[in-house]
């Protein structure tokens, strides 16, 4: 069983940048796709971005696209979710979640991390 864990998060200014990392431990951590998903206080989680394992096909969010940018590192599964260009619209609590299924589909993902505070300021 694969089990993701989030880091990176914290306090930026509008219009900053920031790098979140997600270390999926496990033997066959390898093989899962991953995605990002985030929630704000009073809202439902959104979907942000996911890769493909194994041919590291993306989808990324029309709400963050051109902004952010995910991608992996195999040979330390390790996911990054880079973000740029942040709003304060991009405040939320950031989930990293592992599928072995479709890695564009939210309701897919089975297995999660804690997740990480990301805090923008004006």
């Known amino acids: 069983q694969v089990q993701p864990a989030e880091s990176g998060g914290g306090l930026v200014q509008a219009g900053g940048s920031l790098r979140l990392s997600c270390a999926a431990s496990?033997?066959?951590?390898?093989?899962?796709?991953m995605g990002w998903f985030r929630q704000a206080p009073g809202k439902e989680r959104e979907f942000v971005s996911g890769?493909?394992?194994?041919?590291?096909?993306?989808y990324v969010a029309d709400s963050v696209k051109d902004r952010f940018t995910i991608s992996r590192d195999n040979a330390v599964n390790t996911v990054y979710l880079q973000m740029n260009s942040l709003q304060l619209a991009d405040a939320a609590v950031y989930y990293c979640?592992?599928?072995?299924?479709?890695?564009?589909?939210?309701?897919?993902?089975?297995?999660w991390g804690q997740g990480t505070q990301v805090t923008v300021s004006s």
């Open positions: 979640a592992a599928t072995q299924g479709s890695y564009d589909n939210p309701f897919n993902y089975r297995v």
């Open positions: 496990g033997r066959t951590s390898s093989t899962y796709s």
């Open positions: 890769i493909n394992w194994s041919d590291g096909k993306t």
